[in-house]
């Protein structure tokens, strides 16, 4: 099984930035594929970046040249920078964890809000 608990959300201004963390723990495999999605209230889990454990990445165009996506494979953590937020990127945002074994596990989320 995987744990995974997000950390570094907060209130934060537009214009702003703020870094996500995702820390995994339990069985890590070494091929595998981490994700972030955010969620308001009433819409659909949104996908916003992902990262392989080749580096591949890839965002949603709403966030291409605003966030990026990173790994630090010795601390199984992924992360999520973002900058130059606006309020319509408040969200709840969550990460993903996803190998071939044993299937995804979601974190719990962490709140950002961006006040205008």
């Known amino acids: 099984q995987v744990q995974l608990v997000e950390s570094g959300g907060g209130l934060v201004q537009a214009g702003g930035s703020l870094r996500l963390s995702c820390a995994a723990s339990?069985?890590?495999?070494?091929?595998?594929?981490m994700r972030w999605y955010r969620q308001t209230p009433g819409k659909q889990r949104e996908l916003v970046a992902t990262?392989?454990?080749?580096?591949?990445?890839n965002y949603a165009d709403s966030v291409k040249g605003r966030f990026t996506i990173s790994r630090d494979n010795g601390k199984d953590t992924v992360y999520l920078l973002m900058n130059s937020l606006k309020p319509e990127d408040t969200a709840v945002y969550y990460c993903?964890?996803?190998?071939?074994?044993?299937?995804?596990?979601w974190g719990k989320g962490t709140l950002v809000t961006v006040s205008s």
């Open positions: 993903k964890y996803w190998d071939p074994r044993v299937g995804e596990y």
């Open positions: 339990g069985i890590i495999r070494s091929i595998n594929i």
């Open positions: 990262i392989t454990s080749g580096d591949s990445t």
